[in-house]
């Protein structure tokens, strides 16, 4: 077989391998596991969720959960988000990035890619019986939704509005609506919204609006790509240890007061400084005997002489002012307040972010909702596949620790992120701020990456669980003693935003983008890339620039290479007559290939090491490219 042949062989191999991968990938093929296994997996991971569910008090539990929303999808308000939030739990539920491509313009820097329908806005629409329909649960500022007007000059949609029909099709599921709205609209169409309002069977009031872009939902609950798998929502905060009572690792709360991930809180809204405060007031079990209802009031042994032992917990987030440096974060800001006359002594349990945007379906990345962390200086990650092959070996435990045990002393993050391809989600650090207290990051007893799914079972029986593993984080405070009526704050950065070297730079998190071992080489190709951008506003032309340089500077490495060829293709004959005359005498034949060589100046290496010198600054060029946030969603030229 000469080397053509061999090439060949190799060639219709590799295609044949990779047509294979191809179809089961599209087939969902696959080797089925042995069923002893998958049994033993779902028992397992069934007796784990009992106990990580384990009844807990529930405050409003009656109560129906709302969804508010701050921030706006207006150009003119020069937003980066609109977060939305629900009561119940006080956590984060989804997070759109509205941000603008230009100061005047209405298209959005960060769109959805896989599709291109209208945007009527995110409604956390259910579904309702009588009328049949989708009922409205919020509505954004700046949303077509809100900007929706009927004939008679009535604007906006409102929470408990129930759509009956859209773009002249019936709504009578939440489903429907959002079918709809994928395959029968378009963005800048106007769309007739009919729409039943209190109750008022009889009075269907109609409007109409003219549809905008959807947002990049970089915290996405409910993808259109995968099936819907039920996880909590992002940065739950849950008591873990009060006092002498504390949880197990398995358990996300104590189950002796009430929960605080499943609870109703209090909430407080200011539009105008883009926050909302939430907060519950818990009952806590007496110090020497455990409470046997959290709920309930305390004996008259407990009352005599004492108030009622509460704590009292707080959150705010607050939206980061767009104009400044620093825009692609939330404030988190947590408080502890002891309403006794009894010292406490408290630890408390942060989640982090949870179903991240994740977008290796069109991209030749294997990056799959990673977390990545800097504590005490010690940049480290863990995939998100490695995370669920944790979880599956470690049912009864599936939490992995991101503390160094070999670390002496306290430990810190500078930073804690759930990381996909082009975003990342998580705790930063402030580098600058006019409030020291806030700069300080907190000093962890634990942090634990973990399957973020409700139930741990779904790791047994959920094949797209460990395909696309929807995976988070959360740390744990070191003890916080509590005088009586004293209060203890923590703050908490919430870095929400694109993976671009600009942004990270400020926010003290440039090792994030993984550039691989020639990291200099790519950095400066990709600074190129930019400025060839800013000249010509294209990015396929800036690449085709940038290809063309790097070949015309690596030109005379190259033609050094091709020059070798030849000289190699010429001396062959002669060579062989070397190797046939000598054939017996190895020492003779290299001595006479050496004068040869020399005869000609021809160095056999010169066609090797011009290789070796191009394959850095060519690996280089594919990381500054493929790890390009700027270039995601961009068009080779304008109109394609």
């Known amino acids: 077989m000469d080397k053509n042949q061999l090439l060949r062989f190799l060639l219709i191999m590799a295609m044949m391998m990779l047509g294979m991968q191809i179809v089961m990938r599209f087939f969902d093929i696959g080797p089925e596991e042995p069923v002893a296994q998958k049994q033993q997996l779902e028992q397992q991971a069934a007796a784990a969720m009992e106990l990580e569910t384990a009844a807990t008090p529930i405050i409003g539990a009656e109560q129906d959960e709302q969804i508010i929303a701050i921030g706006s999808y207006d150009p003119a308000a020069a937003q980066k988000y609109i977060a939305y939030f629900s009561n119940r739990g006080a956590a984060l539920e989804r997070l759109e990035l509205v941000e603008r491509s230009g100061n005047d313009s ?212 607050t939206l980061a002012d767009p104009e400044n440096a620093l825009p692609y974060h939330l404030d988190l800001d947590l408080a502890f307040t002891n309403l006794s006359n009894e010292r406490q002594s408290i630890v408390f349990r942060q989640d982090g972010a949870n179903n991240i945007i994740n977008e290796t379906w069109w991209t030749s990345t294997s990056k799959k909702r990673d977390i990545k962390w800097k504590i005490n200086g010690e940049e480290d990650d863990v995939r998100g596949t490695d995370i669920v092959a944790f979880a599956q070996d470690n049912i009864d435990s599936p939490f992995e620790s991101l503390l160094n045990p070999s670390e002496p002393g306290d430990q810190s993050y500078q930073y804690i992120v759930s990381d996909s391809q082009f975003f990342a989600v998580g705790f930063s650090v402030p580098l600058s701020t006019d409030d020291p207290e806030s700069a300080k990051s907190m000093v962890l007893k634990k942090a634990h990456s973990f399957p973020a799914e409700t139930s741990l079972a779904v790791l047994a029986t959920n094949k797209k669980s460990v395909e696309l593993p929807n995976t988070s984080f959360f740390v744990q405070s070191k003890h916080i003693i509590l005088e009586p009526n004293a209060r203890h704050s923590q703050h ?92 017996d005498d190895p020492q003779k034949k290299s001595l006479k290939t050496q004068e040869l060589f020399g005869k000609y100046g021809y160095n056999p290496l010169s066609g090797c090491l011009p290789v070796f010198f191009q394959m850095p600054i060519f690996f280089g060029l594919y990381r500054s490219i493929m790890v390009n946030t700027e270039l995601r969603g961009e068009p080779l030229l304008d109109g394609l």
């Open 106 to 317: 209405d298209d959005l820097k960060y769109g959805v890619i896989e599709f291109k329908h209208g945007y009527l806005g995110y409604l956390a629409a259910t579904d309702n019986g009588n009328p049949p329909g989708a009922k409205i649960r919020v509505v954004a500022d700046g949303t077509p939704a809100a900007l929706a007007t009927t004939e008679s000059g009535i604007t906006g949609l409102q929470v408990g509005d129930i759509i009956t029909r859209l773009a002249g099709h019936e709504i009578t599921t939440v489903e429907d609506l959002h079918n709809i709205l994928l395959q029968e609209t378009n963005p800048a169409e106007e769309i007739d919204i009919e729409v039943v309002r209190d109750d008022n069977l009889d009075a269907k009031l109609t409007f109409t609006t003219k549809l905008g872009q959807r947002p990049l939902e970089i915290i996405d609950p409910d993808p259109d790509t995968i099936p819907f798998r039920e996880a909590p929502y992002s940065f739950l905060t849950s008591l873990v240890q009060v006092n002498n009572t504390t949880a197990a690792l398995t358990q996300s709360e104590l189950d002796n007061i009430a929960s605080m991930r499943h609870s109703i809180w209090d909430m407080q809204i200011d539009n105008d400084a883009n926050y909302i405060e939430f907060t519950l007031v818990v009952t806590l079990p007496p110090q020497e005997t455990a409470a046997t209802d959290a709920t309930s009031e305390p004996s008259d042994d407990n009352k005599e002489g004492s108030t009622p032992t509460e704590l009292k917990i707080s959150k705010r987030f």
């Open 492 to 583: 908490f950065q919430v870095f929400a935003g694109p993976k671009s070297d600009e942004v990270l730079a400020n926010y003290g998190m440039d090792g994030l983008i993984e550039y691989g071992w020639f990291r200099s080489i790519a950095l400066v190709l990709g600074g190129i890339l930019s400025f060839f951008y800013s000249i010509f506003g294209n990015y396929g032309i800036a690449i085709i620039l940038l290809t063309v340089l790097v070949r015309a500077c690596l030109h005379p490495l190259s033609r050094k290479q091709v020059r070798g060829a030849q000289m190699m293709g010429f001396l062959k004959p002669q060579m062989k007559r070397i190797g046939d005359k000598y054939k």
